[in-house]
């Protein structure tokens, strides 16, 4: 069946590295998302990484996939204030399934 | 260039009563879906539309119909609303259907039900 899971919530201190982990049941997922949901806002693209690559840096950002586990990663380096939002993680087969969302708190 | 448009942004209804939102894209895309978003859950998908003139059922259709107007507009339509449909609901589109293509979100529709 399809299902992605994350945890509910992550607590960062500004300046430090977050990282915000997804696991997903579907091994036949071409593409694996992370969605970026700020308060009283719409969901906005982050980052994408293909099925058959293991990493993807962009910025700030480091995705990490281990299709073995079939264990998905965000990591955001020098977190800032502006990060603080919901972070989705989904899976594509035929469609969109959305991970329930962590929520990213940075505190000074 | 607006992207993807909602309306409205905030609604209360009572137990019974039906409504339509509305939702409009200007970026000539193909697909547009319905969602909807509850605290812990993620987002559902509701019902979506692969091409104009195509409707298809989500995870989670009961209680809702949906039209595509026309290319640019996709509307949801509760007919007797429901305690549980209280929600967020965000409508998406995307060139294709299949996942391949980047979804566009809306700002989203705030619903209750009392």
Known sequence: ?108 | NAGVTQTPKFQVLKTGQSMTLQCAQDMNHNSMYWYRQDPGMGLRLIYYSASEGTTDKGEVPNGYNVSRLNKREFSLRLESAAPSQTSVYFCASSLWTGGTDTQYFGPGTRLTVL
């Not at chain 1, 079939?70 to 594509?92: M, P």
């Open chain 1, 1 to 108: 069946g399809e299902d992605v899971e994350q945890s509910l919530f992550l607590s960062v201190r500004e300046g430090d590295s977050s990282v915000i982990n997804c696991t997903y049941t579907d091994s036949s997922s071409t593409y694996l998302y992370w969605y970026k949901q700020e308060p009283g806002a719409g969901l906005q693209l982050l980052t994408y990484i293909f099925s058959n690559m293991d990493m993807k840096q962009d910025q700030r950002l480091t995705v990490l996939l281990n299709k073995k586990d079939k264990h998905l990663s965000l990591r955001i380096a020098d977190t800032q204030t502006g990060d603080s939002a919901i972070y989705f993680c989904a899976e594509v087969t035929d469609k969109l399934i959305f991970g329930t969302g962590t929520r990213l708190q940075v505190f000074p």
